[in-house]
């Protein structure tokens, strides 16, 4: 492989993609689009949703084929016709959702499909294992083979699709939103992967909303805007800023929306919240009337299961709740709407839309029973109240009856935040709420959370993503293992004091409503 990357490297990119056009019925997905990687290159590709860098990178992968345009590998025209040309050719993709087997163990994944055969025309698994474990050691990765991969955590098996990657000998491998479901720890492994494999000779195209990690792994950063090119930039030209203004062709101002001064201390008060995934730990906090309270922790810290048992879905949690100092008792989730306590959840399109429905039957669907008159649905009313919110969000949307499945994820998770909205919230909880989407939904959606906490609404914000934390939260609550290690006001949140009280150590600056030191 060397030897073809040398050639690749005096012969000019080793990766290009020229003209190449695509169009969906009623769609131009794809106007003429240049790209191009180099040996030894990690090209970030940047974009809002609907851009164009999936259906740019399915081509890439065979999975579509291009109206116009064309494809050069090594300085050679090539055609892809299929998943298979594109493995054959040295490409891999790794997709956001992992195209892995849970219940095979980890050499089985790495080479599912492409098993060698003894003699007899068995599986040779004892090579299986061999050859697997080579390329795992090329990542750093130290797993027994043998393991089922459901029983490894996600980042973990990332690297194993990786891995699976590299034994199909990969000159280029394709990252599609590689760290959306890790923590920091676990993104700062994956960023140092991916320069380990720069450094071997693979080539990277790395796709991510989180633009904080392109500073760390990208050469360049190539950037498209309604299916065609905006522009690109170098290795010394890569800021946040920059990159927005080429996404969105407009420069965002106040991208983090600045704090104010929160109202009515202790506005909410919670006390002995108990998870039935952490039952010997409790939970306890207040929270002002206007503020953003940010929650952070690593996976498994507690954070989503905290907010279930607030809203009535954790049966056997339970917490002592007042609310402008009224005792509330919450055992449903019904109890928890009819106080004005509601969740955006982690995952919008199981647990927070019904995606079979339209837009307006979304966000109208909690209080679908107020647009009712003897018995019958007042369907002009239920239009207005989606209507609103379509215009307040910004919901991008030919019109209210499109079913919400064919939304963009950001569109996606502006219907989840109407149909609260529309319910006059006193507490919204939002559970990682710009997870997946694109920077223009990202900045529409922190104006949201800000107004509302204008609005004398309770704002906690659960969120993996450090930069998200610090800029937008008030106050940062930090958990470990089902317990809150530390509240720090806004003067002391930093990464570094967060990530001490993540893994479960003493910050001085920290303290619970009790006043108890993380330890």
């Known amino acids: 492989m060397e030897d073809t990357e040398q050639r690749g490297a005096a012969n000019g ?5 020229r003209g190449i056009s695509k169009r969906f019925p009623g769609v131009v997905a794809l106007d003429d689009v240049n790209l191009s990687v180099s040996p030894r290159e990690v090209v970030a590709l940047v974009g809002e ?9 399915k081509i890439l992968g065979g999975v579509y084929q291009p109206d116009a345009g064309e494809i050069w590998l090594n300085g050679e025209q090539t055609s892809i016709h299929g998943v298979s040309d594109a493995m054959r050719l040295g490409i891999a993709f790794i997709h956001q959702e992992l195209n892995v087997l849970g219940n095979l163990d980890v050499a089985g994944n790495v080479f599912l499909g492409r098993e060698p055969r003894t003699a007899l025309g068995l599986v040779d698994r004892k090579r299986i294992h061999a050859d697997a474990r080579v390329h795992l050691r090329r990542l750093g990765v130290d797993v027994p083979t043998s393991t089922r991969l459901d029983r490894l955590p996600i980042a973990q098996q990332q690297l194993v699709e990786i891995a699976k990657a590299l034994s199909l000998n990969a000159r280029l491998i394709i990252m599609d939103e590689p760290t959306s479901s890790l923590t920091l720890p676990e993104t ?22 989180r633009l904080g990690e392109l500073t760390q792994c990208a050469d360049r950063v190539v950037v498209l805007r309604d299916g065609k090119n905006a522009g690109e930039l170098a290795k010394n030209e890569i800021e946040h800023d920059r990159i927005v203004t080429l996404m ?37 906090f207040d929270a002002a009337q206007g503020e953003i309270l940010g929650v952070a922790g690593l996976v498994g810290a507690g954070r989503s299961e905290m907010a279930k048992v607030l809203v009535g879905l954790d049966p056997y949690g339970s917490a002592q709740v ?15 709407i009819e106080n004005g306590i509601y969740l955006v959840p982690e995952d919008r399109r199981v647990e927070g839309l019904v995606v079979g429905m339209s837009v307006c039957e979304n966000i109208t669907l909690p209080r679908v029973s107020r647009f009712a008159r003897f018995g019958l649905l007042q369907r002009e009313a239920e239009r207005r109240c989606a209507d ?14 499109v079913l919400v499945a064919n939304l963009s994820g950001g ?23 710009t997870r997946g989407i694109d920077v223009g939904a990202k900045a529409e959606i922190y104006r949201l959370m800000r107004g509302l906490a204008e609005r004398g609404t309770v704002v906690i914000m659960i969120s993996s993503d450090m930069e998200e934390v610090l800029h937008i939260s008030d106050r940062v609550a930090v958990m470990h293992e089902g317990e809150i290690t530390g509240l720090l006001e ?6 570094e004091n967060i990530m001490q009280l993540a893994v479960g150590r003493r910050v001085a600056v920290a303290s619970t409503p009790e006043r108890v030191t993380a330890e």
């Open 13 to 17: 990119p080793l990766l290009e993609m």
């Open 49 to 57: 949703n609907g851009a164009g860098k999936s259906t740019l990178m």
């Open 322 to 336: 007042t609310l402008d100092g009224n005792a509330l008792s919450i055992r449903t989730p019904d109890d928890a």
């Open 490 to 495: 806004r003067d002391d949140c930093s990464e």
């Open 411 to 433: 569109n996606q998770q502006k219907v989840v935040l109407g149909k609260w909205l529309a319910m006059n919230p006193r507490v919204m909880i939002l559970d990682e709420p």
């Open 388 to 401: 609103e919110q379509i215009t307040t969000l910004n919901v991008r949307t030919p019109n209210r009856e």
């Open 248 to 284: 969105v062709g407009r420069e965002i101002k106040n991208f983090y929306v600045a704090s104010r001064a929160a109202r009515t201390p202790g506005f909410l008060k919670i006390r002995e919240l108990r998870s039935s995934r952490y039952p010997g730990k409790c939970v306890s």
């Open 188 to 209: 700062d492994r994956l960023l140092s992967v991916v320069n380990d494999l720069r450094n071997q000779g693979v080539s990277v195209i790395y796709i991510s909303h």
